[in-house]
């Protein structure tokens, strides 16, 4: 039987849970439709979920159709949980973006749907809720076209709206036709003529929807099951089925990791060929291309570009019917749980590197130091906040040894709250959050380079380093480049030097990271390995790669110091749909809050203004809007881009490493450190 992995993505509170428990019972997989309000339902499993009503991990769970067997993944919804979307995305054949019929198209629908498009994931929409008061048809098709501004086909039309009858009446209005043709010449001209027959109108939609060109609408309810059948049907006709060649080389990719009850770790990985067997051995890791070192972020991790590992699987379970078996074979396009790896991260590659593992949307901008209660072990926590960073590759973990604090990087309160009832519910620890703080970053001002030599003073080391440090465009990530020949020293030292330059950048003059430049060693120079008659290796005499590490830092620093380094944060794109009489009353505020509008539309009596935000303003944006707009505006915002720091003075961060600005403190420091 064919497979479709198949992703349920929404707007928090869209029904997007509550829809996939009707999908397993329509399947015949559970005698009865759980409920979200009821914490039964299969998918969320975890106690935090049920309490508060909302999906934080993504979870999988497959139930059979006639010709296909369905792995679905419902996701998240609510925006602080991005990253828990994120890593599905590559593994999904298709996806059901759902609606609420009564919210409409709201700032969540808008970012999943550019990212479906973007990635040309096929996508069928079902607007849910017909059955509520409020709930609309034409309002919400005029929304979603214009609002998402994808080509639309409507798959009927939906009956006694806003009640209990409501109903979904299945039909291809004569609009679809008008669609489809708009991406088929020889539609077009058989349409032209007047002899469309309808199995080749459907053919055309379901060509037309794996190819991501349109998108079909259904109308239904997930709480009476209204358009859900209609919906299942669609799923089985219109979406493509996994590929992947069963006798190709092993090639999977790990999306989700989770601890066991006795600690090991647990991979979630879709194979795309070959096949995995239990007590095979695998090699898994980064599967992008080898070439330079990686940089370790939060601390953790291999390090190495195109770093891999070689571990046994123990243990398979596949998902089937609603529950997954144990197996000893997962083969391509299944979805398989894998034990065993014991070093595994999300996005890694298992056999041959397949498709890469990339960051869809924005990292997070917030950031806030945990705070220990009473009784809680400072060990412990940094070990939890370790694993569930683990499971979170968005979330970024950092320690302060010198202040004995630890930081977390989110992406919002909702998520603070989260995170602070799982140290309490799964690991007994405690704690509170400091007020949360938007992370910024840097970027060199111009081009700085400096030099110490081996053997002068004040060089304390036996190495020689110079480096010179080059802006490089937003995103480009940081360039390691050699104008020095690299048989000059052993590759162990230029590895060394690599390295650390990677790591000091995480902290530049004012203790923020610089993601984006360019640095070249100029000069390097080493004292050869020295021993003396009848004795072993003499380090007093002979460099080390602990000289090369010890000495970078300075270096680097004094060329950033010599360049120049900008603070730049994060800014939101914004868009406020709100009462036209209202947009003048919102300009003031904006400025105050140093926003700029950038356009301003009137559609009758709705108006909408656009613009951008600084992150850190954000919050208040949200609270201030509804007493300006009589309580009618909404507020779409998202991360866009760093802009220059232009208002007030610098945000400074307190630095975490032995600080190369302060170069007798880092001595002390350093000198310190190899003494203990």
């Known amino acids: 039987m064919h497979l479709l992995n198949l992703g349920i993505l929404a707007h928090v509170d869209a029904g997007k849970t509550s829809l996939t428990e009707r999908l397993l019972h329509a399947a015949g997989v559970t005698d009865e439709v759980g409920s979200v309000d009821a914490g039964s339902t299969r998918t969320d499993t975890l106690a935090l979920e049920r309490q508060r009503g909302i999906t934080i991990k993504s979870a999988v769970v497959s ?102 009858e409501a109903r979904f009446v299945p039909c291809l209005l004569p609009s679809a036709l008008d669609t489809l043709a708009d991406h088929d010449d020889d539609l077009l001209r058989a349409y032209v003529a007047g002899d469309v027959p309808d199995i080749r109108l459907h053919a055309a939609l379901a060509t037309q929807t794996r190819q991501c060109l349109v998108h079909p609408v259904y109308f239904g309810s997930a709480i009476t099951g209204a358009g859900v059948p209609e919906l299942i049907a669609g799923i089985e006709r219109l979406l493509p089925t996994a590929s992947g060649d069963p006798d190709g080389p092993l090639s999977g990719t790990v999306f989700k990791v989770e601890r066991g009850p006795a600690g090991e770790k647990i991979a979630y990985a879709r194979i795309f060929s070959g096949a995995l067997h239990v007590r095979e051995r695998v090699l898994f890791g980064d599967g992008r291309e080898a070439g330079g070192a990686g940089r370790k972020e939060g601390g953790q991790g291999r390090e190495g570009k195109g770093a891999r590992e070689e571990g046994r699987i123990t243990a398979l379970t596949v998902f089937d019917n609603g529950t997954d078996l144990r197996q000893d074979r997962a083969g391509a396009g299944r979805i398989a749980k894998v034990w065993g790896l014991g070093g595994v991260r999300i996005g890694d590659a298992i056999g041959a590197p397949g498709r890469a593992y990339e960051h869809h949307f924005a990292p997070p901008t917030l950031e806030t130091v945990v705070v220990p209660g009473a009784g809680t072990d400072r060990r412990s926590l940094h070990l939890a906040l370790t694993q569930l960073a683990e499971q979170d590759p968005l979330i970024g973990v950092r320690h302060d040894e010198l202040r004995g604090e630890t930081s977390v990087s989110l992406y919002g309160e909702v998520q603070k709250e989260v995170v602070q009832a799982t140290l309490a519910d799964e690991y007994g620890l405690d704690v509170t959050f400091r007020e949360t703080t938007t992370l910024c970053i840097e970027r060199p001002a111009g081009a700085g380079q400096a030099v110490e030599f081996n053997k002068k003073d004040p060089n304390p080391f036996l190495a020689t380093v ?173 991360f866009d881009h760093y802009a220059p720091v232009t208002r007030g003075p610098l945000p400074e961060r307190p630095r975490t490493d032995h600080n190369p600005l302060d170069r007798k403190e880092y001595l002390l420091n350093v000198t310190r450190r190899v003494g203990d």
Not at 64 to 80: E, R
Not at 117 to 138: M, Q, S, W
């Open 466 to 638: 110079g480096l010179r440090v080059d802006p490089a465009p937003p995103g480009s990530g940081v360039r390691f480049r050699l104008e020095v020949e690299l048989g000059s020293m052993p590759f162990a030292f230029f590895k060394a030097v690599e390295d650390t330059v990677r790591e000091t950048l995480g902290q530049g003059l004012h203790g923020w990271r610089i993601p984006d430049c360019t640095v070249t060693m100029t000069h390097s120079g080493y004292s050869p390995r020295q021993s003396h008659a009848h004795q072993g290796f003499d380090k007093s005499m002979s460099s080390t790669g602990y000289d090369f590490r010890c000495l970078t830092p300075l270096v680097l620093t004094e060329a950033l110091r010599r360049a120049g380094t900008q603070v730049y944060e994060p800014m939101h794109r914004f868009r406020i749909e709100a009462p036209a009489d209202t947009l003048g009353a919102l300009l003031p505020m904006l400025a105050r809050l140093g926003a700029v509008a950038e356009s301003t539309e009137a559609h009758g009596q709705e108006g909408v203004l656009e613009g951008v935000v600084p992150a850190a303003r954000v919050h208040e944006l949200g609270q201030r809007l509804p007493g300006l707009t009589r309580g009618e505006g909404e507020l779409e915002s998202a």
């Open 63 to 164: 139930f059979p159709l006639d010709s296909v067997t369905v792995n679905l993944i419902d996701t998240p919804g609510h925006p602080d949980f991005i990253a828990e979307v994120e890593r599905v995305l590559g593994v999904l054949d298709g996806a059901v973006l759902v609606v609420s019929a009564v919210e409409g198209v709201q700032a969540q629908t808008r970012v999943l749907m550019r990212t479906l498009r973007r990635l040309r994931i096929p996508t069928l929409v079902f607007v849910n809720k017909i059955d509520r008061r409020g709930a609309r048809e034409e309002a919400v098709l005029h929304d979603l076209a214009r609002r998402l501004a994808v080509p639309l086909v409507p798959m009927g039309t939906a009956a006694a709206l806003g009640t209990r």
